[in-house]
């Protein structure tokens, strides 16, 4: 009885995604072993989607395969994941887009489910997550993976307030307007961490899918660095943290610039009430020096945040231009 339910929910998933069009983005590099896979499977779930592989630089045969098993093929000279998700929603115009690894490690059946919530205008972006399941836990054996997907969640929360099942996952699905207004600043890796803070910050509609994760086929590598692109993970935090949030984190720094000055400056002036002198003057100058860097943290963040509101309201206007201008 459920296998009976599940497959009709599953068709009208699939009838529901048939009415849009589709756009299944691949970025690829050195995909030969599992690209033809990816692609048959992606054409079986999705007839009437348009499925491009966007090569970026292989030296194995990837391009030739995706090309044969009946995929578009465009070409990303410039290294990195993230100028290849730049590419890709410059270049193609869909109602939904699908972006999917191309290693075989996301199950093409799990589409329609991801792309639902988009056709009934629910979310603007859908997460397809590995880790609620538990199935990214039991398969992928690569050390440190799970523990760094952990730490950007947790971080996110605590910056954002919004709590993502998963932030690092390949298997997103996105509608024409993010699409067309995202501003891809990433080159590498950090791309999925860029996407999940824009959405949160810009409050996109989101909605997380839980999906069945597989490990890549023997003979098949993963491109990620754990620690290298983990560190960049970690510095796009960072760089969007100031860029989005600047009052907060300038505040952070000029409470800890200014608790530092009192910390050095106190005796200074307790001894100055005691003895009338300022023995200890660069102690005294060190205090001063700290808290005027803490009250210009402050004012760089009162500017900032004044500019980022700003952007916020052009973005916005962006917005409503590129609604109208779909015709949505």
Known sequence: ??????????????????????????PCYNEALTIGKVVDDFRRVLPDAAIYVYDNRSTDDTA?????????????????????VR???????????LMVDGDDTYPAEAAPSLLAPLVSDQADMVVGDRLSNGSYTSENDRAFHGFGNNLVRVLIRLIYGFEFNDVMTGYRAF????AKTMPVLSPGFEIETELSIHAVDKRWRIVEVPIDYRD????????????????????????????????????????IFVAFGL???????????????????PSALLAVALVFTGLLSLASGLILDTVVKGNRKDYELQVIEAYERYNL
């Open 1 to 26: 009885m459920e296998a009976t339910e599940k497959t009709t929910e599953l068709q009208t998933e699939s009838a529901a995604c048939s009415r849009a069009s589709v756009a299944v983005l691949v």
């Open 64 to 84: 030739a395969i995706a090309r044969d098993h009946g995929a578009q093929v465009r070409f990303e000279c410039r290294p990195g994941k993230g100028n290849v």
């Open 263 to 281: 910390i050095v400056g106190v005796p200074v002036i307790g001894e100055y009430y005691a003895t009338g002198q300022v023995d200890r003057f």
């Open 216 to 255: 890549r086929p023997e003979g098949s590598e993963s491109k990620l660095s754990t620690f290298s692109d983990g560190l960049k993970v970690l510095g796009t935090i960072a760089s969007l943290f100031k860029d989005y949030k600047p009052m907060a984190l300038f505040s952070w720094l000029a409470f």
């Open 87 to 97: 590419s890709m929603v410059r270049e193609i115009d869909a109602d939904c887009y």
């Open 175 to 178: 509608n024409k307007v993010f």
